[in-house]
């Protein structure tokens, strides 16, 4: 597949998701700074969680920068604590805290005076912020327009026959970024809709018949005569573009 039927391909599965979801309107959380501290929380929970924590800190009135650096370490996890991996949760909400006072004063609006790329070269020294944190943040709390990757974008651009080459990180990112318009809008949408898509159907036994994206998926034209929970087992990483 060359680089204009990758884009046609791309741009087709989002037309697809948008007919069979509509928006997601995301991020699910309110303010920039919600957004990033959302960002850290539902790293490895589900959001339902995530809610009761933000709800605590915002009970707390500890939601901003300022009252988490104030607070004992001990006081932050105490809060956050229904969303699991709360001590070490609670170190990188206050190291962010640090990152934010020190860099830009507390001030979110001067984030959007730093490029995308500096953003994301800072968020990713701060203490327990890996790529896809760094970038939901830059994407959802800044509107800037950058792919947010994540396991179930992984999983579902691997079936659809479009897993890049090399199983990285970047590989997945560079795939979306040089193949679509630097839109944070549809980047925004387009992830959103992925994970919708993920948890829905393209799960690890994948509920292909009822999915809007069976008509051009490798994994179902190529297993769809065997039960699919049976094909997913077997399934392995081989559908690549290029
Ligand atoms: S058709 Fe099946 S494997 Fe392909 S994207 Fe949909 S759910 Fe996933």
């Known amino acids: 597949m060359n680089n204009q039927q990758v884009s046609q391909t791309l741009q087709d599965i989002f037309k697809r998701l948008m007919a069979g979801y509509g928006p997601q ?56 604590r229904p969303c699991g991996f709360y001590n070490a949760k609670a170190l990188k909400l206050k190291s962010l805290a640090r990152w934010l006072g020190e860099y830009y004063d507390d001030q979110l609006d001067k984030l959007s005076s ?58 997945y990112q560079a795939l979306f970024m040089d193949n679509l318009t630097a839109d944070a809008g549809l980047f925004n949408e387009y992830h959103a809709l992925l994970v919708r898509l993920g948890k829905d159907v393209c799960r690890k036994k994948p509920l292909c018949l009822k999915c809007c994206l069976n008509g051009i998926c490798q994994f179902y034209k190529a297993n769809s005569y065997k039960p699919l929970a049976q094909a997913a087992d077997g399934y392995k990483n081989t559908h690549r573009y290029g």
Not at 66 to 79: I, K, W
């Open 25 to 80: 309107y995301w991020w699910p959380a309110g303010e920039p700074f919600e957004v990033m501290v959302g960002a850290i929380l539902t790293q490895q929970i589900t959001w339902l969680n995530v809610e009761k924590a933000i709800a605590n800190l915002k009970e707390a009135k500890a939601l901003s920068p300022e009252a988490l650096r104030r607070l004992e370490l001990s006081e932050v996890a105490r809060l956050i």
């Open 114 to 171: 730093s490029s995308a790329a500096e953003l994301r070269q800072q968020l990713l020294s701060v203490y327990g912020i890996g790529q896809e944190t760094a970038d939901s943040i830059i994407l959802y709390a800044t509107g800037k327009p950058i792919f947010v990757i994540d396991a179930y974008t992984r999983r579902i651009l691997n079936r659809i026959g479009l897993a890049p080459d090399g199983n990285g990180y970047a590989a």
